[in-house]
């Protein structure tokens, strides 16, 4: 009995663009928004809870959060510099290479967090004074610069890595992909009218595919054959090479050979 027919509807993708864009927007105004609060905030709480941290004077802790503020604020401008000119040059190859990275909203967060290191800086930089240094607050600003450093460099290696020709090549095809799935999602089972040939249909064996949406590129031919002659059967394929074939479409048809029509 022949499987029934899977409907699909189709479905833009510009929407899960734009949800990633707005999360992302979203997500670097929060780091920016939190680093000021935290900025101002632990140095207050450090007050009620017992010294810890490295041992930083006065003198010390201003030029550490002096120096963490002015060096966020260069590697951001550097970092939006350095994306400006990735774009600008894979545009300049083709304008639909830079939607088909995709990530570059990623930066955005780096961006942001950035900033939100900067920020902290500054507004706990206002909370030290000659007979209250909030080391706890300081130490915490140098560990997030460690935290700045990974992600940057982590995100700087993937770029790299994207501009090139083979990178560039995986983007497209990662982006095919994904317009494929979201342009032929599975959606609910539907029949198919009778024909003809439901009297044979008894003895069919489909083969449906497993996998996600794909292309059908090769047959075996010669091995199918001598399966088919080993065991007395025939398989019928109902989709040429090059077809599409969505996830559980039917590609093929094995019965007796005194089974249905040739």
């Keep these: 009995m022949t499987p029934p027919a899977r409907a699909r509807a189709p479905r833009r993708s510009r929407g899960s663009n734009r949800a990633r864009n707005v999360r992302s927007r979203g997500a670097a105004v929060?780091?920016?928004v939190l680093g000021a609060f935290l900025g101002w905030a632990v140095p207050r709480w450090e007050q009620h809870l017992p010294s810890t941290g490295l041992g930083f004077d006065a003198s010390t802790a201003q030029a550490t959060l002096a120096a963490i503020a002015g060096g966020m604020i260069t590697l951001a401008g550097f970092i939006v510099t350095a994306i400006t000119l990735v774009i600008q040059t894979v545009q300049?190859?083709?304008?639909?290479l830079v939607s088909a990275l995709g990530h570059f909203s990623r930066y955005l967060v780096l961006f942001g967090l950035l900033i939100g290191t900067a920020l902290y800086a500054l507004v706990a930089l206002?909370?030290?004074?000659?007979?209250?240094?909030?080391?706890g607050s300081v130490t915490l600003a140098v560990g997030l610069v460690l935290v700045d450093s990974v992600v940057v460099l982590r995100l700087l290696a993937s770029l790299r890595h994207a501009v090139t020709g083979g990178g560039l090549s995986r983007?497209?095809?990662e982006r095919l992909r994904t317009v494929i799935d979201q342009t032929y999602?599975?959606?609910?089972?539907?029949?198919?009218?009778?024909?003809?040939?439901?009297t044979h249909r008894g003895a069919r064996v489909p083969v449906v595919h497993?996998?996600?949406?794909?292309v059908l590129l090769s047959v075996d031919e010669p091995r199918l054959v001598r399966l088919a002659a080993r065991h007395g059967l025939r398989i019928r394929f109902v989709r040429a090479i090059g077809d599409f074939a969505g996830a559980g479409a039917t590609i093929a048809f094995v019965e007796p050979v005194g089974g249905g029509g040739g």
């Design 185 to 198: 999602p599975p959606g609910p089972a539907v029949p198919v009218p009778p024909t003809a040939d439901d």
């Design 30 to 32: 929060l780091l920016v």
């Design 126 to 135: 206002s909370q030290v004074q000659n007979d209250l240094v909030p080391r």
């Design 210 to 214: 497993g996998g996600g949406p794909a």
């Design 171 to 173: 983007g497209v095809a």
């Design 92 to 96: 300049s190859m083709s304008p639909r």
